[in-house]
């Protein structure tokens, strides 16, 4: 989004008696940190042996508050009103927390545990006092880990990728910590240039549908982050205070060779298979939950990093002035409608797979998310960050859910001598009752659940959702080679 750049601008001073070292928050920051946002990422490793917690303070004082500013900071008002970022002295103490649980209990019991505290955590907004992360150590074994350790940190403080690379420099490889972590190549579609200089007449048919889909998916934007709510259904309950309600979050991995497989079956991207799995999952759970709902229109806002690089950059590049990589918050969302289930569907999935795969490259082609930022800009400026962090709100509210993803490293991580068996996050504190995340490690995708608790059933959720990779993966083995 615009205005990130403001970010590192020359630091300013505040104050003519005593001079606090300052640095604006940029406009994403503050709608993600107002009275109607408070938007958190929970991003939670799992350890592979029992987690010794006593070289946790020299860590964080020596690795991680150095990664960034930020995590030394608070956010505050200046004396025109505009919010800052204030280096302050960091409590560490107020930032661990090490909860006790009862003793001697089985790891199914400690994992029931683990998921209220996790839930528990999710809720609790973080005082404006103090900067706005924390770390949570779980030391009881559960079925997947033997202890887990929780990083909470405002969506404020960046975006997916930016706090991805943030965690990453706390981590080592595992096998050999003298060697940098290595993750698979990113590619990012391009759309046609369509500028005069660079016109060919075999573009110009791509250009038009670019027009044409920027104009209508803009418009359909507008409308749905206005007036247009997706329908009540058994994934979006349409409570107003739904972002105070408790979640459940739940885990489950999928193979990247079996997502790749499917991609070469239908010649799509990995991105598209993963989005028309969950697709057709959530619609197998909405027709489970209640029959009448199949026809019910449910839109996924599907965010996109617009950053246009080739893999994950240093902190220390992030935070250069003119980095190719910035730090922040630097995405977009789509409006995707889900796909309705049809007869073929359950006889042909991967045609659904294929249809969802259509929407999304036609929503990609055009211009709509660069509009999307611009108006958001507009609207900061004429009517300021709490009226863009209002239509922000409603643009989460108006849709029934929300998918994200972050690559992670192929190899495997440790944390001061504590491997990493797996890892997951989730985006906390958004206005809908489900928001799906995911990310791959050592050849595996991770996908997390959050759901509304009460509401939605996380299992059920859960199991409709691999029930529908089963469905597609073994579709895509009918043919004479195999599986």
């Keep these: ?3 990130e750049a403001q970010e590192y601008k020359a630091m300013e001073f505040m104050g003519e008696e005593e001079e606090e070292v300052t640095e604006p928050v940029s406009p994403t920051g503050q709608y993600f940190n107002s009275s109607v946002l408070s938007i958190c990422i929970l991003a939670v490793l799992e350890s592979e042996v ?8 020299t860590l964080l004082k020596d690795v991680f508050l150095p990664i960034n500013p930020r995590f030394s900071s608070v956010m505050v008002n200046d004396k025109n009103g505009v919010k800052q970022w204030k280096r302050v002295e960091v409590q560490l103490q107020d930032h661990v927390n090490i909860p006790v649980f009862p003793s001697g209990l089985s790891a199914i019991s400690y994992e029931n545990y683990f998921d209220d505290y996790i839930s528990r955590t999710a809720l609790k907004k973080f005082p404006q006092s103090q900067p706005l992360w924390e770390i949570h150590i779980v030391k009881y074994p559960t079925s997947k880990a033997a202890g887990n350790i929780i990083f909470k940190l405002h969506h404020a403080l960046g975006d997916g990728f930016s706090l991805m690379g943030a ?4 981590l080592q490889r595992a096998d050999n910590p003298s060697l940098s972590l290595t993750f698979p190549a990113l590619q990012f579609p391009s759309n046609p240039d369509c500028s005069f200089s660079k016109m060919n007449i075999n573009i110009v048919p791509k250009c038009i549908s670019s027009i044409f889909n920027t104009v209508s998916d803009f418009g359909w934007s507008l409308l749905k982050s206005s007036f247009v709510e997706d329908s009540r259904s058994p994934i979006r309950s349409g409570d107003e205070k739904v972002q105070f309600k408790p979640i459940s979050i739940s885990t489950f991995t999928f193979s990247l060779d079996h997502i790749k497989q499917i991609k070469s079956r239908l010649g799509v991207t990995i991105n598209d298979v993963i989005t028309g799995i969950i697709f057709y999952g959530t619609r197998l759970y909405m027709q489970t939950a209640d029959d009448k709902s199949t026809d019910a ?5 599907v965010l996109l990093n617009t950053r246009t690089i080739s893999g994950y ?6 935070i250069k002035p003119d980095a190719e990589s910035p730090w922040g918050n630097q995405f977009g969302f789509l409006h995707v409608s889900v796909p309705e289930l049809t007869d073929s569907s ?4 991967l045609e659904f797979v294929k249809i969802a795969q259509e929407i999304i490259q036609r929503k990609r082609a055009s211009l709509a998310v660069s509009l999307t930022g611009r108006l958001l800009e507009i ?3 004429f009517r300021g960050p709490e009226a863009t962090a209002m239509y922000i709100r409603k643009t989460l509210f108006n849709s029934s859910m929300t998918i994200s993803n ?3 490293p192929v190899d495997k991580m440790a944390v001061a001598n504590h491997p990493i068996k797996g890892f997951y996050f989730m985006v906390v504190g958004v206005p809908q009752s489900l928001t799906i995340t995911m990310v791959s490690y050592t050849g595996k995708l991770r996908v997390a659940v959050g759901t509304e608790k009460g509401f939605m059933d996380s299992q059920k959720f859960k199991s409709c959702i691999e029930t529908a990779f089963e469905m597609i993966f073994k579709s895509s083995c009918e043919k004479p080679s195999g599986c």
Excluded: N, Q, Y
Excluded at 167 to 170: A, M, Q, R
Excluded at 297 to 301: D, F, G, Q
Excluded at 313 to 318: L, N, Q, W
């Design 406 to 408: 972050i690559i992670g």
């Design 167 to 170: 965690l990453l420099s706390c």
């Design 313 to 318: 950059r240093s902190v220390k590049e992030m």
């Design 50 to 57: 029992p987690i010794d917690d006593s070289l946790t303070m």
């Design 346 to 349: 359950f006889s042909k999935p």
């Design 1 to 3: 989004m615009e205005g």
């Design 379 to 381: 609207l900061r400026k």
């Design 297 to 301: 229109h449910s839109t996924a806002l």
